[in-house]
């Protein structure tokens, strides 16, 4: 069993819609990141946080240590949104564990 | 700015040949070097990190190795190549002297082992 669990693998929606992607984990961490991997290949860092909520543009991520859970929130969602986003946790060892990702098709 | 670089970009090889992947990243001093492989339908794994020149943890036993010539050079290698190491392999930088910064991804390499 993976340590990083992702859902859903993949998600279509159309344009304008609010998309959630959910990661949780089964470890200890004391860092979470989202990564957005794009059709070609390359991958962006997102975001990186370990309690609360950040925002970018469009873009929330949230995290509750508690329950060992983060979301990815995009709101207005666009075409170009289309790409795989990775979560991947930082536990004791300080090295990433990445989930398998969620592919996002958005719609025109 | 930093940037970070990878080449080739795309790589098809037979089986039994050798490898060498390069990395280099411009713009910082003694980064952390990261080299991941995402094979199909799988996700990100770690292979190799190194927190300065010479100095290499390899995190999975495989047929590949890297080397850090340079400060800001990164390599990987094989002396011979499996069916199985066909993948996207991916480069990636982090300051600090941990490694729980941000991670910036160089664009990666398709290899195809034939």
């Known amino acids: 069993k993976n340590e990083v669990e992702q859902s859903p693998q993949n998600l279509t929606a159309q344009e304008g819609e609010f998309i959630t992607i959910n990661c949780s984990y089964s470890?200890?961490?004391?860092?979470l990141h989202w990564l957005q991997q794009h059709p070609g290949g390359g991958i962006v860092s997102l975001f990186m946080?370990?309690?609360g909520k950040k925002k970018h543009g469009r873009l929330i991520a949230t995290i509750n240590i508690q329950e060992k859970h983060s979301s990815l929130h995009i709101t207005a969602s666009h075409p170009r949104d289309s790409a795989v986003y990775i979560c991947?946790?930082?536990?004791?060892?300080?090295?990433?564990?990445f989930g398998k990702g969620t592919k996002l098709t958005v719609n025109p | 700015s930093q940037t970070i670089h990878q080449w080739p970009a795309t790589l098809v090889q037979p089986v039994g040949s050798p490898l060498s992947l390069e990395c280099t990243v411009e713009g910082t001093s003694n980064p952390n070097l990261y080299w991941y492989r995402q094979a199909a339908g799988r996700g990100l794994q770690l292979l190799f990190y190194?927190?300065?020149?010479?100095?290499i943890s390899s995190e999975v036993p495989q047929n590949l190795s890297a080397s850090r010539p340079q400060d800001r050079q990164f390599i990987l290698s094989s002396k011979k190549l499996l069916l199985s190491d066909s993948g996207f392999y991916l480069c990636?930088?982090?300051?600090?002297?941990?490694?729980?910064?941000?991670?910036?991804f160089g664009p990666g390499t398709r290899l195809t082992v034939l």
């Open positions: 990636a930088w982090s300051a600090g002297q941990k490694l729980t910064d941000t991670q910036y």
């Open positions: 190194s927190v300065g020149i010479g100095q």
């Open positions: 946080l370990s309690s």
């Open positions: 991947a946790g930082q536990g004791g060892s300080e090295k990433l564990v």
């Open positions: 470890v200890g961490i004391s860092a």
